[in-house]
């Protein structure tokens, strides 16, 4: 039997302190589902350097939407043991580390079941080049693409073909239109690569493909890969990530942007959940 309530009490104070014996969830009862930390450079390319400025407001935004936390930084010493423990996946933004300590800290945490998310020109290798081919673990066993051979000019739109059934690519359309994107080509031929599983390829609709004024910036025909796994690490890579720019006349003004796509951004949610081992 429930006690006449005083004159001292009002209901208002009774319903108050009924509300105080009430657990109070805290932050650490909402944890993020996963870690991402993103690493960049910033400095090579306007394009790439546009890329990373957007890449960076726009995860931070999709960590929120879809409970993960996101870190980026431009300091490739991080690329350490103690500091990679805390993420469940690495993003290479717009470049690869350097330093061989850095590197070797990244092949063992990706041996030891670590996951990776690389943009554009993080694959990007050329000997003689400011970025040479000096690192075959990365270029030819981890990515297996080689060196970079090729790339279309100017940034243009391009429609891609679905080649693999893969939780990436699950509930996306079998062919999507990216956004304007420099297109690579590779020296490897993915397709002879058994450890390689190629997600998304250019569809043949899309030729010719770029404007040149080289010829050799025009693609015609061809197989090339634009998403691909290795079936031996936890990896995606995507060939987006250089958006167009004013060149021309000078302005650095930018024209096109990677994530106002919504089919792609599904395409690299998925990614990250899937790296992150998460549906």
Known sequence: MIPALSSKFSFKSVVLSTLLLIPIFTNAQHKSHFNVIAFYTGKNDQAHISFVHEANKW???????????????????NLNP?????????????????????RKAFENYMKKGGAWLGFHFAAFALTPSAFQQDWDWYHNEFLGSGQYK?????????ILRAEAKHPVTAKLP??????????YSWENDLRKNPDISVLYSIDSSSFPLGTGPKPHEIW?????PVVWTNTRYRMIYVNMGHNDIDYEHGTNRELSFTFENEA??????NSLKWLAGKK
């Open 174 to 183: 079998a062919k999507f239109t990216a956004s304007p994107n420099e297109w």
């Open 82 to 102: 103690e500091f990679l423990s805390k993420y469940q996946v690495v993003m290479f933004l717009d470049s690869r580390p350097e330093d061989a300590s850095q």
């Open 150 to 158: 090729g790339n279309t000019w100017r940034p243009t739109k391009a």
């Open 220 to 224: 015609h025909s061809g197989y090339y």
């Open 59 to 77: 995860f931070a935004l999709a960590a929120k939407k879809n409970n993960f936390s996101y870190d980026s930084t431009n300091n490739w010493s």
């Open 264 to 269: 792609q951004n599904k395409l690299i949610l």
